[in-house]
């Protein structure tokens, strides 16, 4: 199977439409082709177990079959599986255009289908006889990795051959790349030593001549002379331990072989056993503390990381032995990129020290602030370091970033011609001209960590480590004679941490490989798409808080040069906000802007405060907030999540001087207090604009709610029930209406919540229920707060009562006389708002409704505009036409066409807008974003009152319910 370079893929006039047959779907619309496929690709599959020795018996026969046991068995497996599916459903929604959080999106159906298919023949690739195909595989894509990255895959080239191989994640290839990095580094000191052995007894005097061993020394390796302050070739047996710990990367590798062939000039050398001895010589072999005396080392070697670093690279570095405090961070500056000026400060004490430094990491992506680090400055401060006599590896992490390569490959289709043609039109954005520089420079680093899991849109475990110079990984092969099998072998597992290994993972890569492309028209464009998805996400996040809303929202980045906060804002209002993507992108200040703005690779990073507040605690407390609101937790229903973000933390320590100005922005005190943030990553390359900003809609409701948990104080609330006033229902769960209130801000709310009440309590509110009937009045409980069964009684305000999943609701039956009381179970709740406390809301031209609930009942609620208004919850006879369980279930905003939402003068009562035993045409959005429209027929109204300062419609509960209790007190005293 020959090994090639990174596959171009397919060029086509209108490339996005290409992504369509990349990916399953947000609503698995290729479900039928992925179906198709895989069948085929089964039916294969079993041909070829029913071929191999055709004439071998049939273990299950059709006996076996027909048993009990058997049948049994296989229902166990059926059952069990669609049990695991339902706890499946679970999981976070990873493909939907809501889930904007981590770094997880769907994976192509060719590396699902590739990791399918090979799965089904389990291969491990710890040794490539237990997986003669998939080791194979692995070895091309790594080698289109090295191509796709810029490394040299071509004996035929000028420079070192790269090679790599795949690992479980970037954590693990992290931690090889520094472990390779350790052991290179220290590797001339281990030659010498070797060589040096004066016992006669050795091994290696027994298996070299002592001529052998001189012209090994006299072996030329460049490295710096200090008194003649310049590098130069000095023999390998006169250079110091200082001198010998800051070669080149490539004259390390190349080292072993020059000096074999300077002794073989003189006679046969047993290359095989002199490495031996050498490697026992070596820090893998004596450990970092034995080999750090033998050569009197006083210095403990470190390694520089910027400041957000990953933490695998503290892992590696207490893996290796080298300790936490080896991993020298390097400040960030206001881009949150590595300060150079920081790195050189730190290089310079270690050149003065003469502390060996092994490596000096980049990161290429980072996964909460989406910078990348110069690089190529990096190099370049390596290079004049390298003519000072300071030496060291550069490590690339770009575990997230590394397939942003594919987009300088190749020349994208002129994207100005593709908006002609609109149909699922998504532009492509390139990347920032300092980003492409980076690119265009990551094959200078040693080795290069890469995702395919992440940005390559793989399966997990999908991870990989590239090496520039292909001998630089034999300074951690670890040979096992269980799974070598000859020199020719082509086994991978010697050179990395792992051992057993998925062959179905490199199978899955290499299958999306081929069929999207490692360039511009496949991978580049799906980035690309992303990248223009960020950008969008990046101007709604500038302008998401509203001029007279009570917070702020300010991204991480800057505006654009050129551009101040208000000149950018109102670009974005004016040319970019809820316009269509085709007319975005033909207007060139729209286009310059977006290529501009935001994140280095497509992750937004944002935080969100209190207009005017300065406290960093109480910040950070709303983005905890918002998290919590945004995220789904073991035990939550996915389906009342509707957006998904990501909150993290930046160490004020870690982020230096880019915090305390990020921090200025934000308004808030510039003290040494951690921020939290808000983390938007965009990889769904389909998102429209409108759909990005309606989100942006979204998630301001979702702050107004967060604000309230954060700042409301501990009232009273009312709700009042709904169920039809004839009877109450077998069901122990009810629906409960919250009672807004113009009163206080604490009462400023709409909620439609579903309850579970016991047994006892649900005879209590049949009871309660017959006294409201004959007086004509609506079921009321007020809040009494919470209960927790270890803590007990809990104070808590209307959002913590409602959505903490680990209380019941203690509420009384309103102004009752006698002080009963019930316990709620919060089951669902298919809506919680506070209401818009914006002077500039109008009310809409339709009235709006909102109509939820479940198999037992259908009901409708006003939806409160602005005060003044009105609340009014109704029952309807059925379900709507077009209106499915689920959508019912969730929950539907629905326009009523008859009525008009005019506001009714204040001097004038309000008038049952909806009648009883009335039909009503309404409209929403029903499945797959169709507009409906259908008929309602409202069955009984449950609550209808003008909206005041008081409770409306049930200012006269005192009395009436206080004189039914009397009643009842003088019947009981009479009998």
Not at 768 to 779: A, H, N, Q, T
């Amino acid at each position: 199977m020959p090994l090639g370079h990174a596959p171009i893929g397919d060029v086509y006039d209108d490339p996005w439409k290409a992504l369509g047959g990349w990916f399953l779907g947000p609503r698995a619309e290729n479900a039928d082709v992925f179906i198709s496929i895989f069948q085929e690709v089964f039916e294969e599959h079993v041909r070829l177990r029913k071929n191999y020795f055709p004439a071998d018996p049939e273990y299950l026969t059709e006996e076996i079959k027909r048993s009990a046991p058997y049948l049994s068995e296989v229902e166990d497996t059926r059952a069990c599986l669609m049990k695991m599916q339902e706890d499946m459903a679970g999981n976070t929604p990873f493909f939907s255009p809501r889930y904007q959080a981590h770094m997880l999106w769907d994976t192509t159906m060719s590396s699902l289908l590739g990791y399918m298919t090979a799965m089904l023949f389990n291969q491990n690739n710890v040794d490539s006889a237990a997986s003669p195909v998939t080791t194979l595989y692995e070895q091309q894509v790594a080698q289109q990795l090295c191509d796709m990255l810029g490394y040299n895959i071509n004996p035929r080239r000028k420079g070192p051959l790269s090679w790599g191989h795949i690992t479980s994640g970037g954590s693990v290839a992290n931690i090889e790349a520094l472990w390779a990095s350790r052991n290179l580094k220290f590797l001339p000191l281990a030659v010498k030593s070797a060589l040096m052995n004066e016992d006669p007894n050795s091994e290696m005097r027994a298996c070299l001549t002592k001529e052998q061993i001189e012209i090994g020394l006299q072996t030329r390796v460049l490295v710096y002379n200090k008194d003649e302050k310049c590098r130069k070739e000095t023999a390998l047996g006169e250079c110091t331990s200082w001198q010998l710990l800051n070669m080149d990367v490539d004259e390390i590798c190349d080292l072993e072989q020059k000096m074999y062939e300077r002794m073989m000039t003189i006679g046969a050398v047993d290359v095989s056993n002199v490495h031996c001895i050498i490697k026992a010589e070596s820090i893998m072999s004596l450990g970092m503390l034995n080999f750090f005396r033998k050569h009197n080392l006083d210095h403990s070697p470190v390694y520089t990381c910027p400041a957000n670093n990953h933490y695998s690279w503290s892992k590696a570095g207490t893996l290796l032995g080298l300790g936490y405090d080896s991993n020298i961070p390097i400040a960030l500056d206001t881009h949150f990129r590595q300060n150079l000026v920081h790195l050189k400060e730190v290089l310079e004490k270690y050149l003065e020290e003469e502390r060996p430094v092994i490596a000096a990491i980049a990161v290429i992506g980072s996964t909460e602030e989406s910078a990348v680090d110069p690089i190529k400055a990096m190099y370049e401060l390596r290079e004049s370091f390298k003519e000072r006599g300071l030496n060291f590896a550069l490590l690339a992490d770009a575990a997230w970033g590394g397939y942003f390569k594919t987009m300088l490959i190749g020349s994208p289709v002129e994207d100005e011609i593709l908006t002609k043609k609109t149909d699922g039109f998504v532009p492509y954005c390139k990347l920032s001209p300092y980003v492409e520089e980076q690119y265009e420079n990551i094959q200078l680093a040693d080795t290069i960590t890469i995702d395919p899991h992440k940005s390559g849109f793989c399966p997990y475990p999908g991870g990989a480590l590239c090496y520039r110079n292909n001998k630089m990984r034999f300074t951690l092969a670890t040979f096992c004679p269980v799974v070598m099998n000859g020199d020719d072998d082509p086994n991978l597992s010697v050179y990395g941490v792992e051992g057993s290994k998925p062959g179905a993972a490199p199978a899955g890569i290499l299958m999306s490989h081929r069929v999207v492309g490692l360039s511009n028209f496949g991978y580049g464009r799906i980035l690309g798409q992303c990248t223009s998805i960020s950008k969008l996400f990046y101007a709604m996040w500038l302008t998401v808080a509203r001029e007279d809303d009570p917070f702020v929202c300010v991204p991480l980045q800057d505006v654009p040069e050129g551009y101040d906060i208000k000149s950018a804002k109102k670009l974005v209002m004016d040319k970019i906000a809820y316009k269509p993507l085709s007319e975005i992108f033909l207007c060139k200040e729209a286009k310059d802007f977006l290529t501009l703005c935001g994140p280095d690779t497509m992750i937004n990073t944002f935080v969100v405060n209190f207009k005017g507040n300065n406290d960093v605690a109480k910040c950070n407390k709303l983005q905890i907030a918002l998290s919590d609101a945004m995220n789904i937790f073991v035990g939550s229903d996915s389906s009342r999540v509707p957006l998904m973000l990501m909150q993290s933390s930046f160490g004020a320590k870690a982020h230096g001087e880019g915090l305390l100005v990020f921090k200025q922005k934000l308004g808030l005190k510039l003290d040494e207090e951690d921020l939290n943030v808000m983390v938007n990553t965009c990889m769904n390359p389909w998102q429209s604009n409108e759909s990005a900003f309606e989100i942006g809609d979204l998630f301001r409701k979702i702050v107004l709610n967060a604000m309230g948990r954060i700042e409301d104080e501990i009232v009273p609330h009312k709700f009042v029930h709904c169920e039809p006033k004839d009877s109450m229902g077998d069901s122990n769960t009810i629906f409960l209406e919250y009672l807004t209130c113009s009163d206080i801000l604490e009462h400023h709310y709409q909620a439609s919540v579903k309850v579970q009440m016991s047994n006892s309590d649900k005879e209590m509110i049949k009871k309660y229920r017959l006294i409201c009937k004959r007086k004509g009045l609506p079921v009321v409980f007020e809040t009494d707060g919470g209960v927790h069964p270890k803590e007990g009684s809990l104070n808590l305000n209307l959002y913590d009562l409602l959505h903490r999943k680990d209380i019941e609701i203690r509420m009384k039956f309103h102004n009752d006389p006698a002080g009963n009381a019930v316990s709620f179970k919060v089951v669902d709740m298919p809506r919680f708002q506070r209401l818009d406390p914006s002077p500039n809301v109008v009310y809409p031209d339709k009235r709006k409704y909102f109509i939820f609930g479940d198999s037992n009942s259908t009901l409708i609620t006003h939806v409160i505009a602005k005060f003044p208004d009105f609340q009014h919850t109704a029952l309807l006879k059925k379900r709507p036409d077009y209106l499915t369980e689920q959508m019912l279930h969730l929950g539907v905003l629905a326009e009523v066409q008859e009525v008009e939402d005019s506001l009714v003068p204040e001097e004038e009562k309000t008038r049952l807008p909806l009648q009883d035993q009335s039909s009503y045409v309404v409209r929403f959005k029903g499945e797959l974003d169709a507009t409906i429209h259908t008929t309602i027929k409202v069955k009984e109204t449950v609550h209808f009152a003008e909206l005041g300062e008081i409770f409306g419609g049930i200012e006269d509960y005192v009395e009436a319910v206080a004189e039914e209790a009397d009643q009842q007190a003088s019947s009981c005293a009479a009998s």
